[in-house]
Each structure stands twice: as structure tokens, then as C-alpha cells.
């Protein structure tokens, strides 16, 4: 057994904010309370002066498992998973081979069932992630796939997502989509403005994405599917899920800590480290992301977690990779910039990265009650840390050398000590 201490509990579910105890014996949590200090307890964790909060979920990563090992792997993604407060990940299907077929996806949720967390994954769209041919969709679901998305390729043709959305709606599968039409990427990972002007390179126009929002917002709202956009970074598109949800289309949005606490300018500085699909957009993009976060149009806090080797970040900005590492600092980005600042509040936060992805695909975690499954996550609040080494294999952050609140001191995980700080 478990016994956590005197810790500040907030349960975005109930909005329970207050301190007590929590009881944790066989994976789940068996008494919230006051408790005595009993040698009968395996583990006593002081949690004074601490949050207590569900164990994070983050439904957008990339752990590069199989294929692309050299950048990362379950085990080390799981690992990187856990020391950033998350018990619950669920993995894009862009590895190679792709996870489009079942003994793929039974790989990969093997190898996640080996960690100390749940790992997930959804299934490809189409097959190869080409656009062209739709997956087994009910064969997939049935071998344990949590959705689906082609995450790093957007679909073109509008026809197949119209049939892709009403096949994933009969089958009871959230779609989540990549929003990049390719007709409007002149160079990729880098905006198109003046900060692309200044490097001298073509850039991703702002409208690659909000077309393609505008179209399946639509698409959406005619078939009835669930459908979550990916990494939004347009103050527009932003505009356009607010209206499809008020509309009434199950039209879900994450934002990530990239896109809420930086900018093109970053890119700047910051080079190669700050080139991701979709770019860091202007200071008016991030600002209609905030308020998408604020209002609640944006429900879901994800990372986009893609790691890529220091060989392949130190390629000229024309030639290297997208894409940035995230577990790790998520919850800092989001204690630093947006509960210190004021535009959300911690439990509001909270729900943005534990309940409300696990309403999105329907998982009974994300929560914290008697009889819940035992996945926390301990952290200081006030505690100030830099930024220099992960537990991920790769390192290419742009938030290196940062200065951030907020560490993780315990994750636990189906009632097992994963993570502690030492």
C-alpha cells in the first residue's frame, strides 16, 4: 500500500481542491481522507506543500517504435512519459512500418504493456499513410487501437475524409487529424513571414492549415464523426472549431506548450530547434490560442513529443527534421505560462491534460476518487528548474537553458512508484 500525505488534491472532475489523503493498495485508490503514518504502508510520500493531481495524459506522441529506434523507443519514451508526470500516452502511427495493419499495432501495445505506463496507440487512417486506401478501421479497434490519425501527413482528398469520418463514426473511433495542405508549404517547420524572409526560405503559410480546419470542421458537422484537430497554431483556425462546435459538430482541438508559449521569432534563436510541423505562427496566432484555452474551445493540452538525433537538428534549418521533444517540460510550460500568468487556473489546466483526453477516446482514467485507477502525478508548483537533460533519447528542445516552475517529484502509475525525483 500506498499512503500520500497531506497533499493539496485537485480532482478536475469533481473539482475536489482541498488536502488530504490518499489510500492506494492493488491499483486503485481505496480511501481519500486523513490517515495515520503505519508501518503497514510500503511507501509513505509527504506531500505537503505539493498538488496531488490524476496522473497526465498526453494523446499525441511519437515514440518512433518500430523503425526509428535511434530516436527514440517505447521504453525510453515511456521513461521520458513518466518523469513528466504522464501515465497515459497514446502513439501516432507514422513509424516504419506503419501501424496500419494489426501485428504492427499488437507490437507496439506489447512493448507499451512492458513499461511503466500505459502506452497506446491509434491506427493509420489510410493504408501506408498514403491517402489513397482506408484501413480495416473495425479490425483495428478490435486489436486494441484507441483511434485513428495519419499525424504528419494530412489527407487531401476531401471525398476519402468525408467516407473516412463516417466509417470512423460507425465504428465508434475519434479521427484525429494532421491540418497541412501541402499546396501552401513552400518550406516546412518555419511560418511564412518575415521571419521566413529573414532566413531566406519559403515557409508554411498560416493558410495550409485553416483550409483544411474550415474543410473537416465542415465534414465534421455533416457526418456526426468525432473528430480531434491536431497541434492548432492559427489564431483562424482557432475562429473555425469555435464556430463548428457552436454549431454542434463533435469537433475536439489540442494546443501544444510550443504553440501557447512561443513564436516564429523563436525560430530566430533558436534554429532548427524551433522548426516544427505546424510552424511557431506570430505573436496574434499565439495569443488566439491562449484564448481558445481559455474559453474552452481548445479542450486538450498535447505535446506533438518528436524526437529527431542531434545529427539530424544540426542539418541547415532547409534540410533538417521538424519537430521538438515535449513530455518533459509540458507541465512546466503550462504551470509558467498560462496558470502564472493568470489565464487559466491550475484545475482548469489540469483537466485540459488528464480528463479531457481521456473523454476524448473514452478511457476510465484522468480522474481521482475512490475505486479510481491509481495513475498521479506529485509536483511542487513553486519549485524552479532549468532545462538541460531528458530521459528521452533525443534532446531537441527549444526550451533548453530555460528557467520553468513547476517539477515533478512522484509518478505513479496503476498504483506503482514509476517516477521520483532524486
Request: aromatic share 6%.
Amino acid at each position: 500500500m500506498i499512503l500520500i500525505k497531506n497533499g493539496r488534491v485537485i480532482d478536475p472532475k469533481s473539482g475536489m481542491d482541498e488536502t488530504i489523503d490518499i489510500l492506494i493498495d492493488e491499483g486503485k485508490i481505496v480511501g481519500l481522507g486523513k490517515y495515520k503514518r503505519s508501518n503497514e504502508y510500503e511507501h509513505v510520500i509527504e506531500a505537503e506543500g505539493k498538488i496531488v493531481a490524476p496522473g497526465l495524459i498526453d494523446i499525441h506522441v511519437h515514440f518512433r517504435d518500430p523503425g526509428l529506434t535511434y530516436k527514440e523507443d517505447i521504453e525510453s519514451g515511456a521513461l521520458a512519459a513518466a518523469s513528466g508526470g504522464f501515465t497515459t500516452v497514446v502513439c501516432m502511427a507514422n513509424t516504419k512500418p506503419t501501424v496500419d495493419n494489426k501485428e504492427t499495432l499488437e507490437y507496439v501495445l506489447e512493448k507499451g504493456r512492458q513499461t511503466g505506463i500505459h502506452v497506446m496507440s491509434v491506427a493509420a487512417v489510410t493504408k501506408g499513410m498514403q491517402g489513397q486506401e482506408l484501413t480495416d478501421f473495425r479490425e483495428l479497434k478490435e486489436a486494441g487501437a484507441a483511434g485513428l490519425s495519419d499525424d504528419g501527413i494530412p489527407i487531401k482528398d476531401s471525398k476519402l475524409m468525408y467516407e473516412a469520418m463516417a466509417k470512423a463514426r460507425d465504428a465508434g473511433m475519434p479521427v484525429s487529424l494532421h491540418e497541412e495542405d501541402p499546396d501552401y508549404v513552400i518550406q516546412a517547420g518555419i511560418n511564412k513571414g518575415t521571419v521566413s524572409d529573414e532566413l531566406g526560405i519559403g515557409g508554411a503559410m498560416a493558410l495550409s492549415e485553416q483550409l483544411m480546419v474550415a474543410r473537416d470542421c465542415l465534414l465534421a458537422l455533416e457526418t456526426g464523426a468525432r473528430v480531434n484537430i491536431q497541434h492548432v497554431s492559427s489564431r483562424i483556425s482557432v475562429e473555425y472549431i469555435r464556430l463548428a462546435q457552436k454549431l454542434g459538430a463533435d469537433v475536439w482541438a489540442e494546443a501544444t506548450p510550443q504553440h501557447f508559449s512561443l513564436t516564429e521569432e523563436t525560430a530566430l534563436e533558436k534554429k532548427t530547434l524551433a522548426k516544427v510541423n505546424p510552424p511557431l505562427r506570430t505573436q496574434e496566432d499565439r495569443y488566439g490560442i491562449l484564448e481558445g484555452l481559455k474559453d474552452g474551445t481548445i479542450q486538450i493540452i498535447a505535446t506533438d513529443h518528436a524526437p529527431h538525433s542531434t545529427e539530424e537538428k544540426e542539418k541547415p534549418i532547409t534540410q533538417a527534421p521538424s519537430g521538438l521533444i515535449g513530455l518533459e517540460t509540458s507541465l512546466a510550460l503550462g504551470i509558467t505560462n498560462l496558470v502564472r500568468t493568470g489565464i487559466l487556473t491550475m484545475e482548469y489546466m489540469l483537466k485540459k491534460m488528464t480528463l479531457n483526453p481521456a473523454r476524448l477516446y473514452g478511457l476510465d482514467v484522468g480522474y481521482i476518487a475512490k475505486g479510481a485507477p491509481a495513475d498521479i502525478v506529485i509536483f511542487d508548483e513553486f519549485e524552479k528548474w532549468k532545462v538541460e537533460k531528458f530521459h528521452s533519447k533525443s534532446c531537441n528542445s527549444p526550451f533548453i537553458g530555460e528557467e520553468l516552475y513547476g517539477k515533478v517529484k512522484y509518478t505513479i502509475c496503476a498504483g506503482r512508484i514509476v517516477y521520483e525525483d532524486k
